[in-house]
């Protein structure tokens, strides 16, 4: 292991690929320290200091996919958030718009074309969330329930600081595309989704002293641990696969033989990845807005409503909020893998080049073996999805830590995800090189 990172650094190509993306990363993490004009940062900060006390406020977890910019109001508050609700938008619009999928089968056009839309409903996704972000800021709900002063006094009042505010924080989401693209282009790939695991991993230590500063040292330590099983079972859990064998019949065309080959078709557990737990999460994000948009004036009774999913909705710790959370969970789990996967096209396109599943007709009894093959395996996959999900929750309740509790939900799937495939890609590259990689 120690002497393939010691070929890393010895060959000069890779060495200088990886150079070049610590030094994005560097600036990356630079720039959500530093404030967006008109941005009162004492009071900030004072804010901050309050919040780590345990209030959990509304942005909590959008503040951990930006790596604790969102809350500092920096430059780059929004983090990567608007290109990632972006790539879903145009992925799911390939169901609903067939113009979408059949770029998505024009091959590598088409997928320029839809990383264009992307861009463009990036940008207007990052003015839409910054104008919320400041009026949030403005109104002083931004750290929830604190009632420090300091906390109703965070941006400048004026209407043309505003507009400069929206506008820097906007230019900051662009500028984060185009290091994420330039670590893809010339550092080791993956830029977006290494932008992403900067965020979320420079989050732990906060999450993790708070347990301390709580609970101890000796619930520390047993957070520790149960981390370290988490992150292995969640390993183990990422590289399974059913492989459903394929073979494909012989074909003589003129002097040439094709086909005769065996091949198989890889269902992962986890077909899902992240997006089920976001989707979950901004879902029980809209009634808490809701709610806290609705707060009465000074004198007036609460709405029986909003009273209802104060006590119910809004804390993680609360039994029906795990209970709708982790059902959200596996329904979106089956909704996304029904329009990622199309068993009928896979199945079309096994016809097409003379594929078959052994013991399995080819075209319509092949669909519907894929599909039972699917639904069982999603099925194992959205449950192991909930439990995951649910750790910070239950960590929340039992450690004292607060709803971005690092060794579950989307950050521990984000992070072991995106540090397999980037070992894997400095694998591969090794191998051209050496014939041996950092994987046995």
């Known amino acids: 292991m120690f002497s393939a990172i010691g070929r890393i650094f010895k060959t000069p ?30 009071n900030v900060q004072a804010c901050l200091a309050a919040n780590r006390a345990g209030t959990s406020g509304l942005y909590e977890m959008i503040n951990m996919f930006s790596g604790g910019a969102l809350l500092q109001l920096s430059i780059f508050a929004l983090g990567i958030m608007p290109y990632i609700t972006a790539s879903i938008i145009v992925q799911l619009l390939r169901v609903v718009i067939p113009h979408f999928e059949a770029l998505h089968k024009e091959g590598q056009a088409g997928q320029a074309k839809l990383t264009q839309y992307t861009r463009y409903l990036t940008i207007a996704l990052a003015v839409l969330q ?54 893809t282009e010339r550092g080791i790939g993956n830029g977006m989704s290494l932008l992403i695991f900067t965020s979320i991993a420079a ?4 999450a993790l002293w708070v347990i301390k500063e709580s609970r101890g040292w000796e619930v ?7 981390g370290l099983v988490v992150v292995a079972a969640v390993v183990f859990v990422e590289q399974s696969q059913r492989r459903i064998p394929v073979q494909y019949a012989k074909r003589v065309v003129g002097r040439r033989t094709y086909g005769g080959s065996s091949t198989y078709i890889p269902i ?27 707060q009465p004036q000074i004198g007036e009774d609460p709405k029986p409503w909003v009273v ?11 039994p029906l909020y795990m209970l709708v959370f982790f059902l959200l969970v596996i329904g979106f789990t089956f909704f996304y893998v029904q329009i990622t996967f199309n068993p009928e096209e896979v199945a079309d396109n096994m016809k097409r080049y003379g594929g078959f599943v052994p013991g399995i007709r080819a075209g319509r009894p092949t669909a519907e073996y894929l599909n039972y093959v699917l639904n069982r395996i999603t099925s194992a996959g959205s449950l192991y999805l909930g439990v995951i999900a649910l750790l910070p929750l239950i960590a929340l309740s039992f450690f004292g830590a607060n709803q971005n509790f690092p060794f579950g939900g989307a950050s521990i799937l984000i992070i072991v995800g995106v540090g397999l495939e980037t070992v894997k890609q400095i694998d591969a ?10 994987l046995k």
């Open 268 to 294: 992962k557990v986890n077909m899902a990845g992240v997006i089920p737990v976001i989707f979950a999460s901004a879902i029980l994000y809209l009634p808490m807005l809701l709610a806290q948009f609705n």
């Open 13 to 42: 190509d890779l060495r200088r690929k990886i150079v070049f993306t610590l030094g994005i990363v560097s600036l990356f993490r630079l720039g959500s320290f530093i404030p967006a004009p008109f941005v009162q940062f004492d």
């Open 308 to 318: 209802w999913v104060q006590n119910n909705l809004v804390y993680g710790d609360q």
């Open 130 to 183: 910054s104008t919320t972000l400041i009026t949030v800021a403005r109104s002083g709900q931004l750290f929830g329930s604190i009632s420090n002063q300091a906390c109703q006094n965070l941006v400048s009042q004026e209407w043309w600081a505003i507009l400069i505010m929206i506008v820097t924080m906007t230019a900051g989401t662009g500028l984060i595309m185009w290091l994420g693209e330039l670590i």
């Open 220 to 226: 520390f330590f047993l957070v520790i641990a149960v």
């Open 203 to 206: 989050q732990f230590p906060n």
């Open 429 to 438: 590259q090794l191998q051209q090189r050496h014939y041996e990689g950092l």
